[in-house]
């Protein structure tokens, strides 16, 4: 899959842009804060319906602007171009088209283009809490499984009504058994989905991360919920009285974690900033893999300042890992430094491009 072309009006600080794509790998060159990573958030918004950060719709909008829009056309094989456009304006919710139908829920466009992105702040995976953690495993399983992002959104209704009982202090246990049935049952397809996933996916990143690091290092990935021990009806009634004193869930599949280790040692603990970004891309990697072989979709691939913090040695292993493998399709790149990309591009045959970014303006750099 290939995002041939975008166009942008008034996302963040880009007021107007139109701008067409190779179907390899697109490098974007610029300072900070010239419009690099708004670019890949506005690929991110055609992609997954929000921003990499999940900012409100507000936002999102040029300052002094009334409303945005972004537009592109998605090559999902030889024969079937789609067009999504994502649009908002002030006091009006966003609109989500494609090939000019709007689409009745939002959650239905997530997983039909996907889309993997790294960060500068990936390393907040593993340093962060677990809700950053949680909300990885959701964002990518969601793009799997349409059952477990119905699941997930089932849950989640039913979490809110109970905590709301909660603090409201109510006592009644047939009105905390008709809300914790729906609880019982997506947190069953939830927690099988979870564990699935980490179980799959944990030795993919343990090799990945071997490539970049040299074998220097051994990297781990476990899944930590309370479902691995007891069903979700257990955990419920066995925290109710808690629950009532504290006002709110305090166990479930919300509150599940992943951990990671390196060499038997906790990464968060005791690892560096090179072996916490390593880990980080190492898993977004991964994370592409599972998806392309669950999607029969080869996803996109947007990399947002990679190189930072990290030694010369796990550049070129990145590198290598992205486009010398012939299985990641179309690669979007962010860096500040020139001879960086510059490298990149020289070691790469096929198609390519070089945009320099300047003031949300973008500029095709002939190499």
Same mark, same amino acid.
């Given at each position: 899959?290939?995002?041939?072309?975008?166009?942008?009006?008034?996302?963040?600080?880009?007021?107007?842009?139109?701008?067409?794509?190779?179907?390899?790998?697109?490098?974007?060159?610029?300072?900070?804060?010239?419009?690099?990573?708004?670019?890949?958030?506005?690929?991110?918004?055609?992609?997954?319906?929000?921003?990499?950060?999940?900012?409100?719709?507000?936002?999102?909008?040029?300052?002094?602007?009334?409303?945005?829009?972004?537009?592109?056309?998605?090559?999902?094989?030889?024969?079937?171009?789609?067009?999504?456009?994502?649009?908002? +304006?002030?006091?009006? @919710?966003?609109?989500?088209? /494609?090939? !000019?139908?709007?689409?009745?829920? *939002?959650? $239905?466009? =997530?997983?039909?283009?996907?889309?993997?992105?790294?960060?500068?702040?990936?390393?907040?995976?593993?340093?962060?809490?677990?809700?950053?953690?949680?909300?990885?495993?959701?964002?990518?399983?969601?793009?799997?499984?349409?059952?477990?992002?119905?699941?997930?959104?089932?849950?989640?209704? +039913?979490?809110?009504? @109970?905590?709301?009982?909660? /603090?409201? !202090?109510?006592?009644?246990?047939? *009105?905390? $058994?008709? =809300?914790?049935?729906?609880?019982?049952?997506?947190?069953?397809?939830?927690?099988?989905?979870?564990?699935?996933?980490?179980?799959?996916i944990s030795p993919i990143v343990e090799e990945i991360?071997?490539?970049?690091?040299?074998?220097?290092?051994?990297?781990?990935?476990?899944?930590?919920?309370?479902?691995?021990?007891?069903?979700?009806?257990?955990?419920?009634?066995?925290?109710?009285?808690?629950?009532?004193i504290l006002g709110f869930s305090s166990a479930g599949?919300?509150?599940?974690?992943?951990?990671?280790?390196?060499?038997?040692?906790?990464?968060?603990?005791?690892?560096?900033?090179?072996?916490?970004?390593?880990?980080?891309?190492?898993?977004?990697?991964?994370?592409?893999?599972?998806?392309?072989?669950?999607?029969?979709?080869?996803?996109?691939?947007?990399?947002?300042?990679?190189?930072?913090?990290?030694?010369?040695?796990?550049?070129?292993?990145?590198?290598?890992?992205?486009?010398?493998?012939?299985?990641?399709?179309?690669?979007?790149?962010?860096?500040?430094?020139?001879?960086?990309?510059?490298?990149?591009?020289?070691?790469?045959?096929?198609?390519?491009?070089?945009?320099?970014?300047?003031?949300?303006?973008?500029?095709?750099?002939?190499?």
């Amino acid at each position: 899959m290939t995002l041939d072309n975008i166009e942008i009006l008034n996302f963040k600080n880009i007021g107007n842009a139109r701008l067409d794509f190779s179907p390899g790998v697109n490098c974007l060159l610029g300072m900070n804060g010239q419009g690099k990573s708004n670019l890949l958030d506005a690929i991110h918004l055609l992609s997954m319906a929000r921003t990499m950060s999940s900012l409100p719709d507000s936002a999102i909008l040029k300052h002094g602007e009334e409303m945005m829009l972004v537009k592109g056309n998605f090559h999902t094989d030889a024969d079937t171009i789609d067009t999504i456009s994502c649009g908002y +304006a002030k006091g009006k @919710r966003k609109s989500l088209k /494609r090939n !000019g139908k709007e689409y009745p829920k *939002l959650s $239905e466009h =997530i997983g039909q283009y996907p889309v993997v992105i790294s960060t500068p702040d990936d390393s907040r995976i593993v340093t962060g809490s677990g809700e950053e953690r949680r909300k990885l495993m959701d964002m990518v399983i969601s793009q799997a499984d349409p059952a477990y992002l119905s699941a997930l959104i089932k849950y989640n209704k +039913a979490l809110e009504n @109970r905590n709301k009982m909660l /603090r409201a !202090g109510v006592k009644d246990d047939i *009105l905390y $058994e008709s =809300i914790e049935n729906s609880m019982v049952e997506a947190a069953e397809v939830i927690h099988n989905a979870r564990k699935e996933w980490v179980a799959e996916i944990s030795p993919i990143v343990e090799e990945i991360y071997a490539r970049i690091s040299g074998g220097k290092e051994k990297t781990g990935l476990s899944y930590k919920s309370a479902l691995n021990h007891a069903t979700m009806r257990e955990v419920l009634d066995s925290h109710r009285a808690k629950d009532h004193i504290l006002g709110f869930s305090s166990a479930g599949v919300h509150r599940d974690d992943m951990e990671s280790s390196l060499d038997g040692y906790s990464l968060r603990a005791l690892g560096s900033q090179g072996q916490l970004k390593t880990f980080a891309v190492a898993l977004r990697l991964a994370i592409f893999r599972y998806l392309k072989r669950k999607k029969g979709l080869t996803p996109l691939l947007l990399l947002d300042d990679i190189f930072d913090k990290l030694d010369a040695g796990r550049v070129e292993n990145i590198m290598k890992e992205v486009t010398h493998e012939g299985d990641f399709g179309q690669i979007f790149i962010t860096d500040t430094n020139r001879k960086h990309l510059d490298d990149i591009l020289a070691g790469i045959e096929g198609h390519k491009t070089l945009i320099n970014v300047e003031n949300g303006v973008f500029s095709e750099i002939k190499h």
